[in-house]
Structures are given as C-alpha cells and as structure tokens.
C-alpha cells in the first residue's frame, strides 16, 4: 500500500470510527459465525449492560435477539455458485445502543428464489400482533413445515414475540443471483 492509498484508508477507518460513535454501535463483526462467536458476543455484550446498569429483563431479551439473529445466519447465510462457499454461515452482525433501545442488526446473503417467501414471511410476521404471533409460532410448531435448514420461520416469530417490535429489513441486490438481507430487531430500553 503507497502512502496515498493508506492515508485514503486511514481516512476511511476514522470516518467508520465517527460514524460508529454517532450511531453508539458497541460491536460490529463480519466473518463466520460460530458458537464460539455467538458465546464471545453475548459475553461482551453482558460486560456493557451491566456497565450500563441495564435491567435483567432487557439483558435476557439482548441475548435471546442476539442469539437468533446470529443463528439465522449460520444457518440461512447462502453462497451459491461459489465452489468453497466463501460466504456461507458468513455475516454482519451489529449492536447499537440509543436512548429508548438496543439494535441488533445483522446481514447475510440470501439467494434470490429465497425472496418472496422470506418477505411474505416477515411481512405476515409484522401484521400480526402478540395473539396472533403466539397462534403463528404454535402452528409453526405443530405443522413442522421446516425448510431444508431448518426453522419454518420460528427465530423471527420468537424475535418479534420476545422484542414486541416490529422487525425491519431490506434486501439489497448483490448480483443477478444474490441479495443481502438486512434485518433490524429493535429491544426497547425499560
């Protein structure tokens, strides 16, 4: 790298840094997720809530978003076309922290004959309300209808059921094959 191009980078990280402090992101992390990841987040993400004299029930509802957002992706992160599958189980995973509430964002790649069936889901999920997603998740259950990978949708019920906000996404278009799917779960701060 030539003094031009790392002055350029250096720019870019302070720039990143700034825009995390302004967004008061505690942690972002792309790469792998592993249950060694997921363990390592929930800890650190313990050590800030309890800094931050967070009450146990937004701690326990952090995790369990944390928890089942990091767990769609490695279950649901595609890569087609790629012989080593780079991206596969790969991620973004984000924690920001406002005044009224938690953010866990996450993305992943999805493929696109995986669209209309996510959004309707999502969709559905966010037109529901607390009875209606607690009728979705016990017909989920006893219906089974569970994709290849697992789920039938039941880590976004459980997220919308457990944070009683709606869940916000975006799909942005990669290439002619692939998005990247953005999903925010927002905690509210009692």
């Known amino acids: 790298m030539d003094n031009k191009n790392i002055k350029g980078y250096i720019e870019f990280i302070y720039d990143f840094y700034k825009s995390m402090k302004a967004h008061e992101i505690s942690l972002v992390y792309e790469g792998e997720i592993t249950h060694q990841i997921t363990k390592a987040f929930t800890t650190m993400a313990e050590t800030n809530m309890l800094k931050d004299e967070e009450s146990n029930s937004v701690q326990k509802k952090v995790f369990h978003v ?41 993305g992943n790649i999805v493929e696109n004959d995986k669209i209309s069936e996510l959004t309707a889901l ?9 009875d209606g997603l607690k009728a979705l998740h016990k017909e989920q259950m006893q219906k089974g209808s ?8 039941l880590g976004f019920i459980d997220i919308a059921r457990k ?12 290439d002619d094959l692939t998005h990247f799917f953005v999903l925010t779960s927002t905690i509210t701060r009692e």
Not at 67 to 76: A, F, P, R, Y
């Open 163 to 174: 944070t009683g906000n709606k869940l916000e996404y975006h799909l942005l278009p990669v």
């Open 122 to 130: 999502l969709d559905h999920i966010n037109s529901l309300d607390k």
């Open 66 to 106: 944390m928890v089942e957002c990091l767990q769609n992706i490695s279950k649901h992160a595609d890569a087609p076309g790629l012989e080593n599958d780079i991206f596969a189980s790969r991620g973004l995973f984000m924690v920001s922290k406002g005044s009224n509430s938690y953010n866990v964002t996450t």
């Open 146 to 153: 569970l994709s290849e990978k697992g789920g039938a949708g």
